[in-house]
């Protein structure tokens, strides 16, 4: 039985610590230098990134699961969340590009964190496989 | 802890560390993030307005 995780493991530690983004943004790009934008494109990108891999590697290794519902459980779970979580952080990220004050920066960093909540539970999943994996 | 433990400890964590940093570069961890990456990240924000971002079997609940 051999569960393949295809995300790279350096990719899931570096999404789960929550390190990317850390540099500045060269000027003239699309972000006008708003890195509170960037960083929340970022973290929005590598959640879902990080959640379609676990959904995808929980899909493919069903069977071989069976023995972990819970893994299930979670994945169905982000299945039926994750569209509207994507949804919503794109609509407040939107707004705050719009308009960037706190009130919109607030409630965008709100709905990143709902995607990062998942993204950190389908890491420690992944992580947990990975780790099996290379013994 | 001991002494072996703690050399264990920090012997895992550079390994960890020397696996990712390539990683924590490509994504600007390091210096400027590039005209081009702050792009590339934009059309990755995109493609998650499309059906498709949410589509295939992967996606569907399992039936019980």
């Given at each position: 039985?051999?569960?393949?995780?295809?995300?790279?493991?350096?990719?899931?530690?570096?999404?789960?610590?929550?390190?990317?983004?850390?540099g500045?943004l060269?000027?003239?790009?699309?972000?006008?230098?708003?890195?509170?934008?960037?960083?929340?494109?970022?973290?929005?990108?590598?959640?879902?990134?990080?959640?379609?891999?676990?959904?995808?590697?929980?899909?493919a290794?069903?069977?071989?699961l069976?023995a972990?519902?819970?893994?299930?459980?979670?994945a169905?779970?982000?299945?039926?969340?994750?569209?509207?979580?994507?949804?919503s952080?794109?609509?407040?990220?939107?707004?705050?590009?719009?308009?960037?004050?706190?009130?919109?920066?607030?409630?965008?960093?709100t709905?990143?964190?709902?995607?990062?909540?998942?993204?950190?539970?389908?890491?420690?999943?992944?992580?947990?496989?990975?780790?099996?994996?290379?013994? | 802890?001991?002494?072996?433990?703690?050399?264990?400890?920090v012997?895992?964590?550079?390994?960890?560390?020397?696996?990712?940093?390539?990683e924590?570069?490509?994504?600007?961890?390091?210096?400027?993030i590039?005209?081009?990456?702050?792009?590339?990240?934009?059309?990755?924000?995109?493609?998650l307005?499309?059906?498709e971002?949410?589509?295939?079997?992967?996606?569907?609940?399992?039936?019980?």
């Amino acid at each position: 039985m051999r569960m393949r995780v295809r995300m790279p493991v350096a990719l899931l530690l570096a999404a789960a610590l929550g390190l990317a983004g850390c540099g500045t943004l060269e000027p003239g790009g699309v972000y006008q230098g708003d890195k509170v934008l960037y960083d929340a494109d970022v973290a929005i990108a590598t959640s879902y990134e990080v959640i379609h891999t676990f959904v995808a590697w929980e899909y493919a290794n069903r069977e071989a699961l069976s023995a972990r519902p819970e893994i299930r459980s979670a994945a169905d779970r982000m299945r039926r969340g994750a569209p509207q979580w994507v949804r919503s952080a794109l609509a407040l990220r939107d707004a705050y590009a719009a308009r960037p004050d706190v009130e919109t920066r607030d409630a965008l960093a709100t709905a990143v964190g709902v995607l990062r909540a998942a993204m950190l539970e389908a890491t420690r999943y992944l992580q947990a496989a990975a780790a099996a994996e290379s013994k | 802890m001991n002494a072996n433990l703690i050399l264990a400890v920090v012997d895992g964590a550079l390994r960890v560390l020397e696996k990712i940093w390539p990683e924590f570069v490509k994504l600007g961890v390091q210096g400027e993030i590039s005209v081009e990456a702050q792009a590339e990240m934009t059309a990755r924000i995109n493609r998650l307005r499309l059906p498709e971002a949410f589509s295939g079997p992967e996606w569907e609940v399992s039936k019980n």
